[in-house]
């Protein structure tokens, strides 16, 4: 498009997406999701450019601080040789307990909160509260009761996704259709079969993007406890590693956590895309 | 009117029902590891009298407002270009989205050893929480623009600096706002991040040492005032963004 002047205007916003595709479900309109689709050839020159670079700079400047990509990479494999898989599936465990914990206590809290709106109502604040504290403040305090045991990792976690999953899964079923809902109970529906029949279902792009993010924050949650109680686990490896110095190993752990979190989080998505599939396609 | 105080009363019945609870079950227990709600204002009274719990939270601060000072603006800026020019989005994308998604706590030995055990990596590590909401929120707010508004600035002879100012900055704002809150958020939990983990100084320090000598109460009252201070301060931006935008007349 000419403008007055003659210069090219060029509108390089996003503009919204070509009818009948929508974004996936609770995701803003600009939202680029990870594993929603093939990378673009920019993003992977991006990525490319960004390694070449680590690998020159660290081989040119040779800093103390930034081994090769090359070396890191020969770490990581023998750390994986030498048993890391074994600290990651201990981070692994502790992950999936506390997340299962959190999300049965979720599921009784969300249940309670619906059928009850005054309990929600009054125990709101303490919730936006809970939420508002880093949870990582409290982990110390887990140590005090149960010293560095898989209780306290286990808590962590929870603490991580419990309140999140519990707010979040409230609030979808609170903006499930309410026509639909007075309908199914003016057919003499009961509050627990529309909560069960209507709600659920219709808040289920909802429920699924708290269960995404509750497990993003709970591999946070899994790594930052075995960091602060640092005994066992990546924890341990990432303690160890820092303190004797070893930056290859410590890069090629880092690395590992990092490519174990992607995998989680594309695995949730692919998931969540799946099952919300109706919703684009009605 | 009734109906209101009701609603109010309510609330202050089920928070003296908590303190009730806490003090009932914690008595019973007489267990030094779970303080009484006497015990844990004990705590707050000595730590603020002789001055070592106001050290603690000036020596985060410090920190943390150097972090915000520099992720915040930094967030902002990269937030705009990638919203407004797609191959600068295309291009940070892999880094922001790993950013979002992996535990950045990960990452704290490595800036431990890059920047020393110093302020500088304390800075550091607040700076890798708070910068990537910041910019994603941002990216999301200029992306909102009016395409048709955009289109005639440009058309009218608006220069790039003249368009992010008056019409993108402005109708990014909001989602300006929402970043900075998250990431405020996200900064007091790098700083006591730091200082649980590596670098046991001011608040997260006061804590770890609290673990050493088993002192709950002291810990309780530190938890506490992490919390109200991201309360406080979340609750600020809420305060400013509405002032802002009623003087916009949004």
């Known amino acids: 498009m000419k403008a007055d002047g ?16 929508t974004t996936p479900a609770g995701a803003p309109p600009s939202a680029r999701r990870i594993g929603g689709g093939s990378a673009g050839v920019v993003e992977i020159l991006s990525l490319g450019t960004g390694t070449l670079a680590w ?5 040119l400047w040779d800093l103390a601080w930034l081994p090769p990509l090359s070396s890191v990479v020969a770490a990581a494999d023998d750390i994986v040789r030498d048993g890391a898989l074994g600290a990651l599936s201990s981070t692994a465990y502790i992950f999936l307990l506390g997340m299962v914990t959190a999300m ?28 508002a504290v880093p949870p990582l403040a409290v982990v110390p305090f887990f140590m005090l009761i149960w010293g560095p045991s898989l209780s306290a990792r286990v808590a962590t976690v929870w603490l991580f996704t419990y309140f999140v999953m519990a707010v979040m899964a409230t609030e979808a079923l609170e903006h499930s259709p309410r026509d639909l809902r007075d309908m199914a109970l003016s057919y003499g529906g009961s509050r ?46 990432l303690r160890s590693y820092s303190a004797g110095y070893r930056i290859e190993e410590l890069y090629a752990t880092v690395l590992l956590v990092l490519a174990a979190s992607l ?7 692919r998931f969540e895309y799946r099952v919300t599939r109706w919703e684009r396609h009605g | 009117m009734i109906a209101r105080a009701w609603r109010y009363g309510q609330h202050v019945l089920v928070f003296a029902g908590l303190m009730v609870t806490w003090h009932l079950l914690t008595t019973s227990m007489n267990d030094p590891m779970f303080p009484t709600p006497e015990r844990v204002w004990q705590s707050f009274t000595r730590t603020w009298n002789d001055g070592s719990l106001m050290e603690a939270f000036r020596d985060s601060n410090g920190a943390l407002l150097a972090g915000l000072a520099l992720g ?9 270009l990638a919203g407004y020019f797609r191959i600068i989005d295309r291009i940070l994308a ?22 020393g055990l110093g302020t500088s990596s304390r800075v550091a590590v607040i700076v890798l929480f708070v910068l990537p909401d910041v910019l994603v929120n941002t990216r999301g707010g200029v992306r909102l623009a009016d395409r048709q508004l955009l289109m005639m600035a440009r058309s009218y002879g608006g220069s790039t600096l003249s368009v992010f100012r008056t019409l993108l900055l402005p109708t990014a704002f909001p989602s300006v706002m929402t970043g900075l809150r998250i990431g405020i958020g996200r900064g007091i939990t790098g700083m006591i991040v730091v200082e649980l983990t590596l670098v046991a100084s001011g608040m997260g320090g006061f804590i770890m040492e609290a673990l050493g000598r088993f002192r709950a109460g002291h810990m ?29 007349g949004a």
């Open chain 2, 72 to 80: 915040v603006p930094g967030g902002i800026v990269l937030g705009m």
């Open chain 1, 263 to 269: 995998i989680t989080y594309i695995l949730i998505e």
């Open chain 1, 55 to 59: 690998e020159l700079s660290a081989r």
């Open chain 2, 94 to 115: 892999p880094y922001v989205n790993m950013m979002l998604v992996v535990p950045m706590v990960a990452l704290v030995p490595i800036l431990i050893i890059v920047f």
């Open chain 2, 220 to 248: 309780i009252v530190m938890i506490l005032l992490i919390g109200l201070e991201a309360v406080v301060l979340t609750s600020l931006c809420v305060l400013a963004e509405r002032r802002v935008l009623k003087r916009m």
């Open chain 1, 104 to 131: 049965a206590c979720a599921v009784v809290t969300t249940g309670l909160f619906t059928l009850v709106p005054a309990v929600h109502r009054l125990a709101r604040p303490y919730f936006y509260m809970a939420m």
């Open chain 1, 192 to 237: 627990l079969s529309v909560l069960r029949t209507v709600a659920i279902p219709a808040a289920t792009p909802r429920l699924l993007e708290a269960l995404r993010i509750a497990v993003v924050r709970g591999i946070k949650g899994a790594v930052n406890a075995e960091l602060i109680i640092g005994v066992v686990g990546v924890g341990r490896l």
């Open chain 1, 6 to 21: 003659g210069a090219t205007v060029e509108v390089r916003l996003d503009g919204p997406p070509p009818e009948g595709v």
